[in-house]
């Protein structure tokens, strides 16, 4: 079935570096993708998505872009701050049931001053 | 608009009582999913119903859950009797499609069986 694989966490930064959190899809066709952000103590956010292949989302600083050739939907942000500090999770929404969004196990962020 | 509003934020409970956790979705949003979240096991999606009808409740874990959804502003996901293995965040979220754009989730209800 569909799925989604998120590198491990924690990711710990010091502030202003470049970020890159990984994610890859296996899909049925072409999936929507999605990222999801958890800050703590709250639900989560969408961040920004993308629904066909070489879309790029993008929102508060934060890029994705939707590769095909290689399944993935990475997460980067050229300067994070700590206020960036939460967990981020991958999703995607399948072509053969739209209903649903499948999502990752989520990888934490972590940013230091 | 006020998004998805969940209550209680906080729920503290003995041991075999009875919870009820409550969801108002976004008005118009034909859609609305209980998650589950813990440390061990991530988001788990229990059920979701489509213009109040229950469509999937194939995660909801034994027949101590139960969800409903009377109406399209309003839906409860019940437990009875709790156990301390129900410890954990239970989440709502709405959407106006599906997952094809999306979803709106409420701030949790955290739910602590002792």
């Known amino acids: 079935g569909d799925s989604v694989t998120q590198m491990e966490g924690p990711v710990t930064l010091s502030e202003e570096a470049f970020l890159t959190i990984n994610c890859t899809y296996t899909a049925t066709g072409y999936p929507s993708l999605f990222w999801y952000v958890q800050y703590p103590g709250e639900g989560l956010q969408l961040l920004l998505k993308?629904?066909?292949?070489?879309d790029k989302g993008s929102n508060k600083g934060f890029e994705a872009t939707y590769r095909k050739e290689t399944t993935s939907f990475h997460l980067e942000k050229g300067s994070v701050q700590v206020s960036d500090s939460a967990v981020y999770f991958c999703a995607l929404s399948p072509r053969y049931n739209t209903d649903k969004l499948i999502f990752g196990t989520g990888t934490r962020l972590q940013v230091f001053p | 608009d006020a998004g998805v509003i969940q209550s209680p934020r906080h729920e503290v409970t003995e041991m075999g009582q009875e919870v009820t956790l409550r969801c108002k979705p976004i008005?118009?949003?034909?859609?609305l999913f209980w998650y589950r979240q813990t440390m061990m096991r991530g988001l788990e999606l229990l059920i979701y119903?489509?213009?109040?009808?229950?469509?999937?409740d194939s995660g909801m874990p034994e027949d101590r859950f139960s969800a409903k959804m009377p109406n399209a502003s309003f839906s409860t996901l019940k437990i009875q009797p709790s156990e301390p293995r129900d410890s954990a965040v239970y989440f709502c979220a709405s959407s106006s499609s599906g997952g094809n754009y999306g979803y709106t989730f409420g701030s949790g209800t955290r739910l602590t069986v002792v």
């Open positions: 119903f489509n213009n109040n009808v229950p469509i999937d």
């Open positions: 008005s118009g949003h034909d859609y």
């Open positions: 993308a629904t066909k292949a070489d």
